[in-house]
């Protein structure tokens, strides 16, 4: 035993390794209590307790009064289904490791935890691994958190609430049942790094434009179809991740497309000849409908469509890193087409943004898909 959880001594600080010793709760708590009482008076503080892979199925109860200085428990990879009272008289407490146990249910945090010191201690706080269908609310009430993770639980959504945590850099929810990210995560301004991926995410909130300080978003393995103009505002992005998503399919092959209807037909005939008419030439279907025209974007067509219409993703030149996409709509299939090599040529922003998907070299769009 003394051996296996040999402590580490530096510089007047020490780090308690007790992991991986497969011994029961009761031989765990009296080997903290010596290590406690071995300490207790001397000039060494205990600042960091590894208590990974020991099957516990508890906290220890020699937490609270033996180690008062600790700021790093690692209770990772065990049996816990609930975080006892225990962990509130680590009041100088800075990291908790709680990954790969059984949190989730009704208690699995102790009550009173968003009152306690930890709530302006607490900075990085790690729950992934566990089986939490929400996030929970008294974690949204720690101000202090700079890194949460929630990776690989059973999460719904993301609560409004997540703005709370005004000082977050790092925020890891990978691997849950996230269908949509609220516009509320847009409002948190220290926001470094991002990770929604494998996920059922289908679309992307354009606020998110406001993260301004962040640096790596992970979409990969969602449900994305397209992504907002909006997103092109994150001039700090170097990574970006969508591997895994519908748009993916759409950059390598052309899009279905359902012919217009008889009612558009008329209409589209109407506006690109510049048919004059008066209320009493149409029918009264067809001057309404003529009213909802929208100009297709593509600057060598000049043509307009109303129901019927070619979704598209096309790529901005983004900050010079990678080519991004974002969807646009066109009035037909042939507004898609690869354009000829004069027109390869030319200098123009709005010509190059209406390449075809098909035609755009793998290599430009590698570091944006891929991640």
């Not at 530096?10 to 300490?39: C, D, K, Q, W, Y």
């Not at 906290?59 to 065990?78: E, K, M, T």
Request: net charge neutral; with cysteine; hydrophobic share 40%.
């Amino acid at each position: 035993m003394e051996e296996a959880g040999a402590a580490v001594v530096a510089a007047g600080e020490t780090e308690l390794n007790l992991s991986r010793l497969s011994v029961s709760l009761e031989m765990l708590e009296s080997e903290l209590e010596v290590r406690g009482e071995e300490r207790r008076g001397s000039r060494e503080t205990i600042l960091r307790l590894l208590l990974p892979h020991n099957r516990l199925v508890s906290l220890p109860r020699a937490l609270g009064n033996g180690f008062p200085h600790l700021q790093l428990l690692d209770v990772s990879g065990n049996a816990l289904t609930a975080l006892g009272s225990e962990l509130l008289g680590l009041r100088c407490l800075r990291v908790l490791l709680a990954k790969n146990n059984r949190l989730g249910g009704p208690g699995a945090l102790p009550k009173g935890l968003a009152q306690s010191p930890l709530s302006r201690s607490l900075q990085v706080l790690n729950l992934s691994g566990n089986c939490f269908l929400e996030v929970p609310a008294s974690v949204l009430e720690l101000r202090a958190l700079q890194t949460l993770s929630l990776g690989g639980n059973q999460l719904q959504s993301i609560p409004a609430e997540i703005e709370n945590l005004q000082s977050l850099e790092c925020l890891y929810l990978g691997g849950n049942f996230i269908k949509e990210i609220p516009p509320e995560l847009a409002n948190l301004p220290s926001l470094n790094y991002l990770v929604l991926c494998d996920n059922k995410i289908q679309s992307v909130p354009p606020q998110l434009s406001q993260l301004h300080s962040l640096r790596s978003l992970s979409l990969h393995n969602n449900l994305l179809t397209y992504l907002p103009r909006e997103i092109l505002s994150l001039i700090h992005l170097e990574e970006l991740s969508l591997r895994g998503n519908p748009l993916v399919v759409r950059f390598v092959r052309d899009l279905t497309y359902d012919p217009p209807s008889l009612l558009e037909l008329a209409a589209r005939t109407i506006k690109i000849r510049n048919i004059s008419y008066t209320p009493y030439d149409l029918p009264g279907n067809l001057l309404r409908y003529l009213s909802l025209a929208s100009n297709c974007p593509n600057p060598k067509c000049g043509g307009v469509y109303f129901d019927c219409c070619v979704r598209q993703i096309k790529f901005v030149d983004f900050c010079g890193k990678y080519r991004l996409p974002l969807m646009h709509y066109l009035c037909s299939p042939e507004c898609s087409s690869p354009c000829g090599s004069a027109s390869h040529s030319s200098t123009s922003q709005s010509e190059s943004d209406s390449e075809d998907e098909a035609s755009v070299a793998a290599h430009r769009m590698q570091k944006v898909l891929l991640g």
